[in-house]
């Protein structure tokens, strides 16, 4: 069984279109929740880390919120420049310190 | 600047060669990581590393080998007993590896079995 999941697999959005992208995980004790973009070819670049449920950040259009099972990644009025593949991964005491990633959403915002 | 830096960016591997990929930070982090990335799966852990001349492995370690003989340089050799080895491979680093500590990312080496 798959600890984190993305949904969806991919979204095409027009731009300006908000949306929201989902991290679902079944681990239990989380010690963090983190966010990243990558660009194709590229390595993931470190967009937000969320601890505790109910928490919030944000970063230009970009909003990530955390619960108890699950975080989303909201977009606000996207641009073509967001189109990326959005990863999230979870760091759990049932796994030590190491980070479980997702396996992405692929995000394509048209003009 | 600071950063991680993967080289080379491509790498072909004939069947039965070892191959060895370099990654190198300046940003003075005690914790390295290397991962692989296929499609449509997440990345997978290969080794980490949370201080100099100790490592462990992480859930997909067979077939590959690293070394941690300096702070800044992790490298990872893919062996001939990885069977199936083209894949994108990430390093990594984060200031201690502890709780809440976010991972950063090198540019990556695409390696293909020819």
């Known amino acids: 069984e798959d600890q984190v999941t993305q949904s969806p697999e991919a979204l095409r959005l027009q731009e300006g279109e908000s949306s929201s992208l989902n991290c679902s995980y079944t681990?239990?004790?989380?010690?963090?929740l983190f966010w990243y973009r990558q660009d194709p070819g590229k390595g993931p670049e470190f967009l937000f880390t969320?601890?505790?449920a109910g928490e919030e950040k944000e970063k230009e259009r970009l909003k990530a919120t955390l619960t108890k099972k699950e975080s989303f990644l909201h977009i606000t009025a996207p641009k073509p420049e967001d189109s990326a593949t959005y990863l999230c991964?979870?760091?759990?005491?049932?796994?030590?310190?190491?980070?479980?990633f997702g396996a992405g959403t692929i995000l394509r915002v048209k003009s | 600047d600071g950063g991680i830096t993967q080289s080379p960016k491509y790498l072909f591997r004939k069947e039965g060669q070892n191959v060895t990929l370099s990654c190198e930070q300046n940003?003075?982090?005690?914790?390295m990581y290397w991962y692989r990335q296929d499609p449509g799966q997440g990345l997978r852990l290969i080794y980490y590393?949370?201080?100099?001349?100790?490592?462990q492995k992480g859930d997909i370690a067979e077939g590959y080998s690293v070394s941690r003989e300096k702070k800044e340089s992790f490298p990872l050799t893919v062996t001939s007993a990885q069977k199936n080895p083209t894949a994108f491979y990430l390093c990594?680093?984060?200031?201690?590896?502890?709780?809440?500590?976010?991972?950063?990312f090198g540019q990556g080496t695409r390696l293909t079995v020819v």
């Open positions: 990594a680093s984060s200031i201690d590896g502890g709780v809440g500590t976010e991972a950063f």
């Open positions: 969320l601890y505790s």
């Open positions: 590393s949370q201080i100099v001349n100790d490592f």
């Open positions: 940003l003075n982090h005690d914790a």
């Open positions: 681990v239990s004790g989380l010690r963090g």
């Open positions: 991964a979870v760091q759990a005491m049932e796994y030590g310190n190491k980070l479980v």
